[in-house]
Protein backbone atom coordinates (compact mmCIF):
# COMPACT_ATOMS: atom_id res chain seq x y z
CA UNK A 1 0.00 0.00 0.00
CA UNK A 2 2.31 2.16 0.80
CA UNK A 3 4.39 1.58 -2.47
CA UNK A 4 1.50 2.32 -4.36
CA UNK A 5 0.63 5.70 -2.40
CA UNK A 6 4.13 6.49 -3.33
CA UNK A 7 3.61 5.56 -6.93
CA UNK A 8 0.53 7.94 -7.34
CA UNK A 9 2.68 11.10 -5.70
CA UNK A 10 6.02 10.43 -7.33
CA UNK A 11 4.68 12.53 -10.87
CA UNK A 12 3.54 15.54 -8.85
CA UNK A 13 7.05 15.12 -6.54
CA UNK A 14 8.91 15.13 -10.18
CA UNK A 15 6.72 18.35 -11.31
CA UNK A 16 7.14 20.26 -8.23
CA UNK A 17 10.86 19.44 -8.34
CA UNK A 18 11.53 20.66 -12.23
CA UNK A 19 9.57 23.57 -10.97
CA UNK A 20 11.53 24.52 -8.24
CA UNK A 21 14.86 23.48 -10.23
CA UNK A 22 13.65 25.85 -12.97
CA UNK A 23 12.97 28.99 -10.95
CA UNK A 24 15.34 28.41 -7.63
CA UNK A 25 18.32 26.60 -8.78
CA UNK A 26 21.60 28.69 -8.77
CA UNK A 27 23.56 28.86 -12.26
CA UNK A 28 25.83 25.68 -13.19
CA UNK A 29 28.98 25.58 -11.13
CA UNK A 30 30.87 23.65 -13.45
CA UNK A 31 34.38 24.19 -14.56
CA UNK A 32 35.36 23.43 -18.02
CA UNK A 33 36.11 20.15 -18.49
CA UNK A 34 32.96 19.14 -16.87
CA UNK A 35 31.20 21.49 -19.19
CA UNK A 36 33.28 19.21 -22.03
CA UNK A 37 31.76 16.08 -21.00
CA UNK A 38 28.11 17.15 -20.89
CA UNK A 39 27.86 18.92 -23.94
CA UNK A 40 29.66 14.90 -25.90
CA UNK A 41 26.96 13.18 -23.53
CA UNK A 42 24.10 14.87 -25.37
CA UNK A 43 22.73 12.00 -28.09
CA UNK A 44 22.88 14.06 -30.89
CA UNK A 45 22.43 11.24 -33.75
CA UNK A 46 19.44 10.28 -31.54
CA UNK A 47 17.76 14.02 -31.60
CA UNK A 48 18.28 14.73 -34.94
CA UNK A 49 17.11 11.26 -36.46
CA UNK A 50 13.36 11.74 -35.26
CA UNK A 51 12.46 14.16 -38.28
CA UNK A 52 15.21 13.94 -40.58
CA UNK A 53 14.90 14.89 -44.67
CA UNK A 54 14.25 11.97 -46.36
CA UNK A 55 15.08 11.10 -50.02
CA UNK A 56 11.98 12.31 -52.79
CA UNK A 57 11.03 14.85 -50.55
CA UNK A 58 11.22 18.75 -51.15
CA UNK A 59 14.10 19.78 -48.49
CA UNK A 60 12.49 23.32 -48.44
CA UNK A 61 8.79 22.44 -47.92
CA UNK A 62 9.17 22.36 -44.06
CA UNK A 63 11.34 25.26 -43.07
CA UNK A 64 11.75 26.94 -46.28
CA UNK A 65 15.31 26.98 -46.13
CA UNK A 66 17.79 23.33 -47.08
CA UNK A 67 17.01 20.94 -44.63
CA UNK A 68 18.75 18.36 -46.49
CA UNK A 69 22.09 20.65 -46.60
CA UNK A 70 21.28 22.01 -42.83
CA UNK A 71 21.64 18.17 -41.30
CA UNK A 72 24.77 17.59 -43.43
CA UNK A 73 26.64 20.35 -41.58
CA UNK A 74 27.69 19.31 -37.77
CA UNK A 75 25.87 21.13 -34.58
CA UNK A 76 29.33 22.46 -33.74
CA UNK A 77 30.76 23.26 -36.91
CA UNK A 78 33.83 25.61 -37.04
CA UNK A 79 33.63 29.05 -37.59
CA UNK A 80 35.51 31.71 -39.83
CA UNK A 81 36.35 34.72 -37.19
CA UNK A 82 34.40 37.48 -39.37
CA UNK A 83 35.09 40.61 -36.63
CA UNK A 84 37.48 43.25 -37.57
CA UNK A 85 41.25 42.26 -36.60
CA UNK A 86 41.22 45.17 -33.98
CA UNK A 87 38.34 43.42 -32.03
CA UNK A 88 40.63 40.16 -31.13
CA UNK A 89 42.32 42.39 -28.70
CA UNK A 90 39.17 43.41 -26.84
CA UNK A 91 39.45 44.83 -22.78
CA UNK A 92 36.69 43.57 -21.29
CA UNK A 93 35.50 44.38 -17.44
CA UNK A 94 36.29 41.41 -15.55
CA UNK A 95 33.13 41.47 -13.64
CA UNK A 96 30.59 41.02 -16.66
CA UNK A 97 26.93 40.34 -15.59
CA UNK A 98 25.80 36.87 -16.82
CA UNK A 99 22.80 36.57 -18.74
CA UNK A 100 19.86 34.63 -19.42
CA UNK A 101 19.45 33.62 -23.43
CA UNK A 102 16.24 33.75 -24.47
CA UNK A 103 15.39 31.71 -27.84
CA UNK A 104 11.72 30.92 -29.50
CA UNK A 105 10.63 28.80 -32.05
CA UNK A 106 7.98 26.95 -33.73
CA UNK A 107 8.52 23.89 -35.56
CA UNK A 108 11.76 24.93 -35.96
CA UNK A 109 14.16 22.42 -37.69
CA UNK A 110 16.32 19.97 -35.40
CA UNK A 111 19.20 20.65 -36.96
CA UNK A 112 19.01 24.36 -37.12
CA UNK A 113 17.96 24.91 -33.53
CA UNK A 114 20.45 22.21 -32.15
CA UNK A 115 23.24 24.32 -34.19
CA UNK A 116 22.08 27.75 -32.23
CA UNK A 117 22.45 26.23 -28.87
CA UNK A 118 25.22 24.44 -29.59
CA UNK A 119 27.11 26.96 -30.79
CA UNK A 120 25.86 29.93 -27.79
CA UNK A 121 27.42 26.70 -25.19
CA UNK A 122 30.55 26.56 -27.12
CA UNK A 123 31.64 29.77 -27.73
CA UNK A 124 30.51 31.78 -24.73
CA UNK A 125 32.34 31.75 -21.46
CA UNK A 126 30.47 29.33 -19.20
CA UNK A 127 29.91 31.99 -16.07
CA UNK A 128 28.83 34.64 -18.96
CA UNK A 129 25.66 31.89 -19.59
CA UNK A 130 22.93 32.07 -16.44
CA UNK A 131 20.60 30.25 -18.38
CA UNK A 132 19.55 29.23 -21.75
CA UNK A 133 15.65 29.40 -22.16
CA UNK A 134 13.74 27.49 -25.23
CA UNK A 135 10.37 28.82 -25.24
CA UNK A 136 8.38 26.24 -27.69
CA UNK A 137 5.77 28.26 -28.96
CA UNK A 138 3.36 24.45 -29.33
CA UNK A 139 5.53 22.72 -32.20
CA UNK A 140 4.18 19.94 -32.80
CA UNK A 141 6.49 17.36 -31.38
CA UNK A 142 7.55 18.44 -27.42
CA UNK A 143 10.61 17.05 -27.90
CA UNK A 144 11.83 19.21 -30.05
CA UNK A 145 12.58 21.49 -26.72
CA UNK A 146 12.29 18.96 -23.60
CA UNK A 147 15.17 16.76 -25.35
CA UNK A 148 17.43 20.09 -25.50
CA UNK A 149 17.53 20.36 -21.70
CA UNK A 150 20.05 17.64 -21.35
CA UNK A 151 22.59 20.21 -22.67
CA UNK A 152 24.11 21.80 -19.86
CA UNK A 153 21.69 25.27 -18.38
CA UNK A 154 19.14 24.88 -21.45
CA UNK A 155 15.31 24.88 -19.94
CA UNK A 156 12.50 24.27 -22.10
CA UNK A 157 8.86 26.24 -21.20
CA UNK A 158 6.23 24.97 -23.77
CA UNK A 159 2.90 27.06 -24.29
CA UNK A 160 -0.10 25.36 -24.51
CA UNK A 161 -1.39 26.90 -27.31
CA UNK A 162 0.16 29.04 -30.48
CA UNK A 163 1.22 32.96 -28.58
CA UNK A 164 3.65 33.94 -31.07
CA UNK A 165 7.15 35.07 -31.15
CA UNK A 166 6.32 38.59 -29.20
CA UNK A 167 4.31 36.89 -26.03
CA UNK A 168 6.77 33.92 -26.26
CA UNK A 169 9.40 36.13 -25.70
CA UNK A 170 7.71 38.08 -22.59
CA UNK A 171 7.07 34.54 -21.37
CA UNK A 172 10.57 33.45 -21.73
CA UNK A 173 11.81 37.07 -20.09
CA UNK A 174 9.54 37.31 -16.98
CA UNK A 175 11.40 33.61 -16.36
CA UNK A 176 14.51 34.77 -16.53
CA UNK A 177 16.29 35.16 -13.15
CA UNK A 178 19.32 36.83 -14.92
CA UNK A 179 19.56 40.88 -14.81
CA UNK A 180 20.40 41.39 -18.60
CA UNK A 181 18.07 39.50 -21.34
CA UNK A 182 19.96 38.19 -24.42
CA UNK A 183 17.23 37.52 -27.25
CA UNK A 184 18.09 35.15 -30.51
CA UNK A 185 16.29 33.55 -32.97
CA UNK A 186 16.65 29.61 -33.37
CA UNK A 187 18.19 29.62 -36.80
CA UNK A 188 21.13 30.94 -35.66
CA UNK A 189 25.42 30.78 -35.34
CA UNK A 190 27.20 32.85 -32.88
CA UNK A 191 30.26 33.44 -33.52
CA UNK A 192 33.93 33.52 -31.63
CA UNK A 193 33.51 36.01 -28.57
CA UNK A 194 30.35 37.41 -29.43
CA UNK A 195 28.72 37.86 -26.01
CA UNK A 196 30.87 39.65 -24.01
CA UNK A 197 31.59 43.14 -26.29
CA UNK A 198 27.06 43.03 -25.74
CA UNK A 199 27.67 42.74 -21.97
CA UNK A 200 29.93 45.71 -21.74
CA UNK A 201 27.99 47.86 -23.54
CA UNK A 202 24.80 47.37 -21.66
CA UNK A 203 26.80 47.03 -18.19
CA UNK A 204 28.38 50.81 -19.09
CA UNK A 205 24.99 51.88 -19.92
CA UNK A 206 21.91 50.07 -18.82
CA UNK A 207 19.75 52.19 -20.88
CA UNK A 208 21.42 51.06 -24.27
CA UNK A 209 20.07 48.19 -26.31
CA UNK A 210 22.81 46.38 -28.52
CA UNK A 211 22.86 44.06 -31.03
CA UNK A 212 25.52 41.82 -33.32
CA UNK A 213 26.57 42.68 -36.38
CA UNK A 214 24.23 39.81 -38.09
CA UNK A 215 26.07 37.69 -40.68
CA UNK A 216 23.92 35.53 -43.63
CA UNK A 217 23.75 32.24 -43.48
CA UNK A 218 22.83 31.32 -47.09
CA UNK A 219 19.70 29.31 -46.91
CA UNK A 220 20.19 26.69 -49.96
CA UNK A 221 24.01 26.20 -49.17
CA UNK A 222 24.38 27.23 -45.34
CA UNK A 223 27.48 29.11 -46.02
CA UNK A 224 28.49 31.27 -43.30
CA UNK A 225 29.23 35.06 -44.98
CA UNK A 226 30.37 37.88 -43.14
CA UNK A 227 28.39 41.13 -43.82
CA UNK A 228 29.47 44.14 -44.25
CA UNK A 229 29.95 46.26 -41.00
CA UNK A 230 29.35 49.55 -42.03
CA UNK A 231 25.58 48.97 -41.78
CA UNK A 232 23.08 50.11 -39.30
CA UNK A 233 18.89 49.51 -39.71
CA UNK A 234 16.45 51.59 -41.06
CA UNK A 235 12.65 52.08 -43.01
CA UNK A 236 10.79 53.44 -45.19
CA UNK A 237 7.37 54.99 -44.38
CA UNK A 238 5.41 51.50 -45.02
CA UNK A 239 7.43 50.80 -42.37
CA UNK A 240 9.75 47.86 -43.72
CA UNK A 241 12.59 47.24 -42.82
CA UNK A 242 15.90 47.65 -44.71
CA UNK A 243 19.64 47.96 -44.13
CA UNK A 244 21.42 51.21 -45.23
CA UNK A 245 25.12 51.91 -45.16
CA UNK A 246 26.86 54.43 -43.08
CA UNK A 247 27.28 57.61 -45.24
CA UNK A 248 30.98 58.92 -45.66
CA UNK A 249 29.78 61.63 -42.93
CA UNK A 250 29.47 58.60 -40.23
CA UNK A 251 31.98 56.78 -40.68
CA UNK A 252 34.31 59.76 -40.62
CA UNK A 253 32.40 60.62 -36.89
CA UNK A 254 32.94 57.04 -35.70
CA UNK A 255 36.51 56.93 -36.11
CA UNK A 256 37.25 53.77 -35.10
CA UNK A 257 35.62 51.44 -37.01
CA UNK A 258 35.03 48.84 -33.38
CA UNK A 259 33.00 52.00 -32.09
CA UNK A 260 29.22 50.83 -31.49
CA UNK A 261 26.85 52.28 -34.37
CA UNK A 262 24.01 54.22 -33.05
CA UNK A 263 20.97 52.91 -35.35
CA UNK A 264 17.76 54.37 -35.74
CA UNK A 265 16.02 50.80 -35.44
CA UNK A 266 17.64 47.13 -34.88
CA UNK A 267 16.58 43.93 -36.47
CA UNK A 268 14.72 42.62 -33.85
CA UNK A 269 15.73 39.18 -33.97
CA UNK A 270 19.20 39.29 -31.55
CA UNK A 271 19.65 41.74 -29.27
CA UNK A 272 20.68 42.68 -25.64
CA UNK A 273 18.80 44.37 -23.13
CA UNK A 274 18.89 45.28 -18.93
CA UNK A 275 16.15 43.20 -17.89
CA UNK A 276 15.01 46.24 -15.46
CA UNK A 277 15.05 48.58 -17.97
CA UNK A 278 12.99 46.00 -20.54
CA UNK A 279 10.23 46.10 -17.84
CA UNK A 280 10.47 49.66 -17.24
CA UNK A 281 9.86 50.92 -21.02
CA UNK A 282 6.91 47.86 -20.68
CA UNK A 283 8.83 44.74 -22.16
CA UNK A 284 7.13 44.04 -25.57
CA UNK A 285 3.39 45.11 -26.90
CA UNK A 286 1.59 41.39 -26.34
CA UNK A 287 -1.29 42.72 -28.24
CA UNK A 288 0.60 42.16 -31.37
CA UNK A 289 0.31 38.49 -32.87
CA UNK A 290 2.78 36.15 -34.35
CA UNK A 291 5.58 38.05 -35.77
CA UNK A 292 6.08 41.46 -37.49
CA UNK A 293 6.48 44.97 -36.49
CA UNK A 294 7.48 44.32 -32.98
CA UNK A 295 11.07 45.55 -34.13
CA UNK A 296 9.59 48.68 -34.35
CA UNK A 297 7.81 49.41 -31.71
CA UNK A 298 10.69 48.67 -29.45
CA UNK A 299 13.39 50.65 -31.67
CA UNK A 300 11.01 53.80 -30.90
CA UNK A 301 10.08 53.50 -27.57
CA UNK A 302 13.47 52.90 -26.81
CA UNK A 303 14.34 56.18 -28.31
CA UNK A 304 11.93 58.00 -27.25
CA UNK A 305 11.69 57.23 -24.18
CA UNK A 306 15.19 57.81 -22.88
CA UNK A 307 17.49 54.74 -24.10
CA UNK A 308 19.35 54.61 -27.63
CA UNK A 309 19.77 51.58 -30.30
CA UNK A 310 23.43 50.56 -31.29
CA UNK A 311 24.86 47.79 -33.21
CA UNK A 312 28.39 46.37 -31.99
CA UNK A 313 30.97 45.70 -34.24
CA UNK A 314 32.96 43.20 -32.66
CA UNK A 315 30.16 41.35 -31.74
CA UNK A 316 29.43 38.52 -34.94
CA UNK A 317 26.28 36.40 -35.04
CA UNK A 318 25.40 34.08 -38.44
CA UNK A 319 21.47 33.56 -38.72
CA UNK A 320 19.78 32.33 -41.74
CA UNK A 321 17.71 34.94 -43.94
CA UNK A 322 14.71 32.73 -45.51
CA UNK A 323 12.31 34.07 -48.31
CA UNK A 324 9.21 33.30 -46.58
CA UNK A 325 8.10 32.08 -43.22
CA UNK A 326 7.67 28.41 -43.07
CA UNK A 327 4.19 28.29 -40.92
CA UNK A 328 0.68 29.58 -41.06
CA UNK A 329 -0.13 32.82 -39.71
CA UNK A 330 -3.78 32.96 -38.39
CA UNK A 331 -5.12 36.28 -39.95
CA UNK A 332 -2.53 35.71 -43.14
CA UNK A 333 1.29 37.18 -43.52
CA UNK A 334 0.44 40.01 -44.66
CA UNK A 335 -2.76 40.80 -42.23
CA UNK A 336 -1.01 39.97 -39.34
CA UNK A 337 1.57 42.59 -40.68
CA UNK A 338 -0.19 45.29 -41.00
CA UNK A 339 -1.98 45.13 -37.71
CA UNK A 340 0.90 44.81 -36.01
CA UNK A 341 2.58 47.95 -37.46
CA UNK A 342 -0.73 50.00 -37.06
CA UNK A 343 -0.33 49.55 -33.50
CA UNK A 344 3.03 50.66 -33.67
CA UNK A 345 2.12 54.26 -35.95
CA UNK A 346 -1.41 54.78 -33.74
CA UNK A 347 0.81 54.70 -30.56
CA UNK A 348 4.46 56.02 -31.36
CA UNK A 349 4.05 58.24 -34.81
CA UNK A 350 1.67 60.86 -33.60
CA UNK A 351 0.94 63.32 -36.96
CA UNK A 352 3.97 61.39 -38.84
CA UNK A 353 1.28 58.17 -38.98
CA UNK A 354 -0.28 59.84 -42.08
CA UNK A 355 2.43 58.80 -44.39
CA UNK A 356 2.33 55.29 -42.89
CA UNK A 357 -1.75 54.43 -43.67
CA UNK A 358 -2.30 52.94 -46.85
CA UNK A 359 -5.69 52.18 -48.44
CA UNK A 360 -5.71 48.88 -46.62
CA UNK A 361 -8.40 48.62 -43.67
CA UNK A 362 -6.93 49.15 -39.99
CA UNK A 363 -7.06 46.37 -37.68
CA UNK A 364 -5.02 47.95 -34.65
CA UNK A 365 -7.37 46.40 -31.67
CA UNK A 366 -7.15 48.13 -28.83
CA UNK A 367 -4.22 50.89 -28.10
CA UNK A 368 -5.10 52.48 -24.67
CA UNK A 369 -3.18 50.37 -22.58
CA UNK A 370 0.13 51.22 -24.85
CA UNK A 371 -0.60 54.63 -25.19
CA UNK A 372 -1.08 55.28 -21.10
CA UNK A 373 2.30 53.76 -20.94
CA UNK A 374 3.90 56.43 -23.42
CA UNK A 375 2.22 58.85 -21.15
CA UNK A 376 3.95 57.25 -18.18
CA UNK A 377 7.09 57.15 -19.00
CA UNK A 378 7.07 60.64 -20.31
CA UNK A 379 8.53 59.82 -23.88
CA UNK A 380 9.54 62.18 -26.43
CA UNK A 381 7.67 62.71 -29.71
CA UNK A 382 7.73 61.18 -32.96
CA UNK A 383 9.23 64.29 -34.35
CA UNK A 384 12.31 64.63 -31.66
CA UNK A 385 12.97 60.98 -33.42
CA UNK A 386 12.96 61.90 -36.55
CA UNK A 387 15.39 65.04 -36.06
CA UNK A 388 17.35 63.23 -33.76
CA UNK A 389 17.96 59.69 -34.38
CA UNK A 390 16.52 59.78 -38.20
CA UNK A 391 17.10 62.44 -39.87
CA UNK A 392 17.95 61.08 -43.16
CA UNK A 393 14.34 59.75 -43.54
CA UNK A 394 12.58 62.13 -45.76
CA UNK A 395 9.18 63.09 -45.26
CA UNK A 396 7.33 62.68 -48.11
CA UNK A 397 6.13 66.00 -50.15
CA UNK A 398 3.99 66.14 -53.10
CA UNK A 399 6.26 66.93 -55.60
CA UNK A 400 5.31 63.41 -57.14
CA UNK A 401 1.52 62.98 -56.20
CA UNK A 402 -0.77 62.71 -59.12
CA UNK A 403 -2.87 65.64 -60.24
CA UNK A 404 -5.81 65.85 -62.94
CA UNK A 405 -10.16 66.65 -62.71
CA UNK A 406 -12.30 65.08 -60.95
CA UNK A 407 -15.44 64.19 -62.87
CA UNK A 408 -18.70 62.85 -62.41
CA UNK A 409 -20.03 62.69 -66.39
CA UNK A 410 -19.86 65.93 -67.39
CA UNK A 411 -18.94 67.91 -64.65
CA UNK A 412 -15.93 68.04 -62.48
CA UNK A 413 -15.70 69.33 -58.67
CA UNK A 414 -14.10 72.35 -58.40
CA UNK A 415 -13.90 75.33 -56.14
CA UNK A 416 -15.41 78.52 -55.78
CA UNK A 417 -14.80 81.66 -54.42
CA UNK A 418 -17.55 83.67 -53.39
CA UNK A 419 -17.60 87.31 -52.44
CA UNK A 420 -17.80 88.14 -48.70
CA UNK A 421 -16.32 84.35 -47.70
CA UNK A 422 -12.95 84.13 -46.17
CA UNK A 423 -12.89 80.12 -47.82
CA UNK A 424 -13.76 78.92 -51.36
CA UNK A 425 -16.71 76.92 -51.63
CA UNK A 426 -17.09 73.24 -53.15
CA UNK A 427 -19.36 72.25 -55.98
CA UNK A 428 -19.48 70.69 -59.64
CA UNK A 429 -19.61 72.42 -62.06
CA UNK A 430 -18.99 72.26 -66.34
CA UNK A 431 -15.49 70.71 -66.96
CA UNK A 432 -12.95 72.74 -69.03
CA UNK A 433 -10.06 72.31 -69.92
CA UNK A 434 -7.89 73.41 -72.68
CA UNK A 435 -5.95 70.23 -74.27
CA UNK A 436 -6.72 68.36 -71.57
CA UNK A 437 -5.20 70.32 -68.60
CA UNK A 438 -7.90 71.31 -66.24
CA UNK A 439 -8.06 75.11 -65.01
CA UNK A 440 -7.05 75.77 -61.54
CA UNK A 441 -10.07 76.05 -59.92
CA UNK A 442 -10.55 71.91 -61.25
CA UNK A 443 -7.29 71.06 -60.65
CA UNK A 444 -7.18 68.29 -57.34
CA UNK A 445 -4.18 66.44 -55.63
CA UNK A 446 -4.28 63.32 -54.14
CA UNK A 447 -1.10 63.69 -51.52
CA UNK A 448 0.74 61.16 -49.28
CA UNK A 449 -1.38 62.06 -46.10
CA UNK A 450 -4.11 60.80 -47.78
CA UNK A 451 -5.77 64.96 -48.35
CA UNK A 452 -7.19 65.81 -51.46
CA UNK A 453 -5.68 69.06 -52.12
CA UNK A 454 -5.95 72.27 -54.51
CA UNK A 455 -3.34 74.64 -53.44
CA UNK A 456 -3.26 75.54 -49.57
CA UNK A 457 -6.91 74.03 -49.17
CA UNK A 458 -8.37 70.57 -48.69
CA UNK A 459 -11.63 68.55 -48.72
CA UNK A 460 -12.88 68.57 -45.66
CA UNK A 461 -16.14 68.06 -42.88
CA UNK A 462 -16.84 69.64 -39.88
CA UNK A 463 -18.92 66.54 -38.58
CA UNK A 464 -19.35 63.38 -39.85
CA UNK A 465 -23.08 62.68 -40.00
CA UNK A 466 -25.00 61.53 -43.12
CA UNK A 467 -25.35 64.63 -45.38
CA UNK A 468 -23.03 66.60 -43.56
CA UNK A 469 -21.52 69.98 -46.20
CA UNK A 470 -17.98 68.55 -47.32
CA UNK A 471 -15.78 71.60 -47.27
CA UNK A 472 -12.59 73.47 -48.14
CA UNK A 473 -10.82 74.16 -45.21
CA UNK A 474 -6.84 74.97 -44.27
CA UNK A 475 -4.87 71.72 -45.21
CA UNK A 476 -3.76 70.14 -41.94
CA UNK A 477 -2.41 66.76 -41.86
CA UNK A 478 -2.85 65.84 -38.19
CA UNK A 479 -6.64 66.51 -39.10
CA UNK A 480 -8.03 62.82 -39.70
CA UNK A 481 -11.39 64.74 -40.96
CA UNK A 482 -9.20 65.74 -44.31
CA UNK A 483 -8.22 62.39 -44.98
CA UNK A 484 -10.31 60.12 -48.21
CA UNK A 485 -9.27 57.13 -50.13
CA UNK A 486 -10.33 56.09 -53.77
CA UNK A 487 -12.56 52.81 -53.32
CA UNK A 488 -13.77 51.42 -56.55
CA UNK A 489 -15.26 54.63 -58.61
CA UNK A 490 -16.34 55.78 -55.06
CA UNK A 491 -14.41 58.39 -53.00
CA UNK A 492 -14.72 57.14 -49.31
CA UNK A 493 -14.25 59.41 -46.07
CA UNK A 494 -11.66 57.54 -43.84
CA UNK A 495 -13.13 58.85 -40.46
CA UNK A 496 -16.98 58.10 -41.08
CA UNK A 497 -16.71 55.73 -43.53
CA UNK A 498 -19.67 57.48 -46.00
CA UNK A 499 -18.71 58.29 -49.41
CA UNK A 500 -18.33 61.78 -51.42
CA UNK A 501 -22.19 62.04 -53.12
CA UNK A 502 -23.34 65.24 -55.37
CA UNK A 503 -27.31 64.04 -55.19
CA UNK A 504 -27.69 68.32 -53.76
CA UNK A 505 -25.30 69.55 -55.75
CA UNK A 506 -27.15 68.30 -59.29
CA UNK A 507 -30.72 69.23 -58.04
CA UNK A 508 -30.87 72.17 -59.46
CA UNK A 509 -30.73 75.22 -56.30
CA UNK A 510 -28.04 76.81 -56.70
CA UNK A 511 -28.37 77.91 -53.08
CA UNK A 512 -27.90 74.40 -51.98
CA UNK A 513 -25.06 73.24 -54.62
CA UNK A 514 -23.45 71.62 -51.90
CA UNK A 515 -21.13 68.09 -51.86
CA UNK A 516 -21.80 65.90 -49.17
CA UNK A 517 -21.06 62.42 -47.65
CA UNK A 518 -23.78 59.90 -47.54
CA UNK A 519 -23.75 56.17 -46.83
CA UNK A 520 -21.63 54.43 -49.77
CA UNK A 521 -24.25 52.80 -52.41
CA UNK A 522 -22.84 51.07 -55.53
CA UNK A 523 -25.54 51.52 -57.29
CA UNK A 524 -25.22 55.49 -57.04
CA UNK A 525 -24.41 57.45 -59.93
CA UNK A 526 -23.76 60.42 -57.39
CA UNK A 527 -21.63 58.60 -55.35
CA UNK A 528 -19.28 57.39 -58.84
CA UNK A 529 -16.49 59.34 -59.54
CA UNK A 530 -13.09 59.43 -62.28
CA UNK A 531 -10.36 60.17 -60.94
CA UNK A 532 -6.55 60.88 -61.57
CA UNK A 533 -5.01 59.28 -58.74
CA UNK A 534 -5.49 55.39 -57.28
Known amino acids: VAFANFRNVLPAALCIAAFLLFFFSPPFPISEAEWDDLLEEFEEKSYLGAHRWRPGRDPYKLYAFNQRESERIPSNRALRDTRHYRCTTPHFDPQL ?54 LPKVKCLRNNKREGLIRSRVRGADAARAGVLTFLDSHCEVNKDWLPPLLQRVKEDPSCVVSPVIDIINMDTFAYVAASSDLRGGFDWSLHFKWEQLSAEQKARRGDPTEPIKTPIIAGGLFV ?17 IWGGENFEISFRVWMCGGS ?23 GNANTYIKNTRRTAEVWMDEFKLYYYSARPAARGNIHGREELRRSLKCKSFKW ?33 VEGQDLPALTLGPCVATKSVPPHSQEWIYTHAQQIRQKQHCLSLSTTFPASQVLLMPCDVGDGKQRWQRSGTHLEHLASRFCLDSEMA ?28 S
Open 97 to 150: PPTSIVITFHNEARSTLLRTVRSVLNRTPVHLIHEIILVDDFSEDPNDCLLLTK
Open 273 to 289: INKSWFNHLGKYDTAMD
Open 309 to 331: LEIIPCSRVGHVFRKKHPYVFPE
Open 385 to 417: YLDNVYPELKIPDDSDAKSGAIRQRQNCLESRW
Open 506 to 533: LDGVESSKMLVISPCELSAFTQRWEVPF
